[in-house]
């Protein structure tokens, strides 16, 4: 099959394995796949992972149980075993054994083939278009945050980073009807956080007062959870969403003195990511910048990691 791999560098490979679907899995042929900040830190070294990267997608199954032949679905990217202590205590998305869908121990999506275990999978409903169901996975992470962290109408809330999730979670929490900002680079993002009505100040112009009662830290570099750390309020709550390729440089002072919570925040909720796609409470299509063959996936990286595309997506069979 026609794959992108990573090992070392990047490359477009138009002969490599067909995934085997193990016990319980099936084998989903993939129809869009879009790149993420966790997929470019991969490049950079992230996880160590070497392989097929990506974890986003929409696809069609075309090897598993009759129930789920030819349905268009999205997956989960979180392999489990079941049988450890997390599975057993509801914790299934930190199982022990776990691998993750192009990211920890096992091939992922950009690729025209991926194998997913049918405990994963989600059905998408008719009137969500391939260009919506493409951004489940990360609208699901989007979501986790107000599922970690009690969001009401009464509170400060900062985003800070207006790159691909940020500008997600942005969206998700607008449901809330709290006081909302989002801090961020790019005027390109920041644009899109104005035409959806959501207050959007260039970091720039931003002058910490340590008044938020949330911060979500989405920038993807150490500095922004510094600018986190001072803009939130004592005894607030920091949720963090970066992760960093390498040693990070952050000043974890403030965050005793201040008695700050961090909260780790990761995969979501598929369901409510779906339900509010489909319900049209969340916008996504214009956030896709390109959208090009798999065979120029490397192209693809380059553009995603450039400041004037905000979504880049990838389309194998091409």
């Not at 309020?233 to 403030?254: D, E, M, W």
């Not at 979501?268 to 990511?273: I, W």
């Amino acid at each position: 099959m026609n794959a992108l791999v990573f090992q070392e560098s990047l490359r477009y490979e138009p002969r490599y394995p067909d995934p085997v679907a193990g016990v319980g899995e099936v084998l989903v042929a993939v129809k869009l796949a879009g790149i993420c900040s966790t997929d470019l830190e991969i490049v950079r070294g992230y996880m160590g992972f070497t392989g097929v990267p990506g974890h986003e997608f929409v696809g069609t199954v075309v090897n598993g149980p009759k129930r789920w032949k030819g349905q268009r679905v999205v997956a989960e990217i979180n392999c489990v075993c079941g049988q450890c202590s997390m599975c057993q205590h509801g914790l299934a998305n930190h199982c022990r054994r776990r691998t993750v869908v192009g990211i920890a121990g096992r091939d992922g999506v950009f690729a025209d083939l991926v194998a997913v275990p049918e405990a994963n999978l989600h059905a998408v409903p008719e009137n969500l278009s391939d260009e919506q169901a493409v951004f489940v996975e990360p609208l699901a992470a989007a979501f986790q945050v107000i599922r970690q962290v009690p969001i009401e109408k009464r509170m400060k809330v900062a985003v800070v980073g207006s790159g691909r999730l940020g500008l997600l979670v942005a969206q998700v929490l607008r449901t809330t009807g709290c006081k909302l900002d989002v801090v961020g680079r790019n005027p390109l993002t920041l644009g899109f956080c104005d035409r959806k009505g959501i207050q959007a100040t260039p970091v720039s112009e931003v002058v910490p007062k340590g008044d938020r009662d949330v911060v979500v830290e989405c920038s993807g570099a150490p500095e922004g959870f510094n600018l986190a750390a001072n803009l939130v309020r004592p005894r607030g709550t920091i949720v963090l969403k970066s992760t960093y390729a390498g040693a990070a440089q952050l000043n974890l002072a403030k965050i005793v003195v201040d008695e700050i919570n961090v909260v780790g925040s990761r995969c979501g909720p598929f369901a409510d990511a779906i339900n509010a796609l489909a319900r049209g409470e969340i916008e996504v299509e214009t956030m896709v910048s390109r959208t090009l063959p798999l065979s120029r996936g490397v192209e693809a990286f380059a553009l995603a990691d450039d400041p004037r595309s905000i979504k880049v997506l990838l389309r194998p069979g091409g």
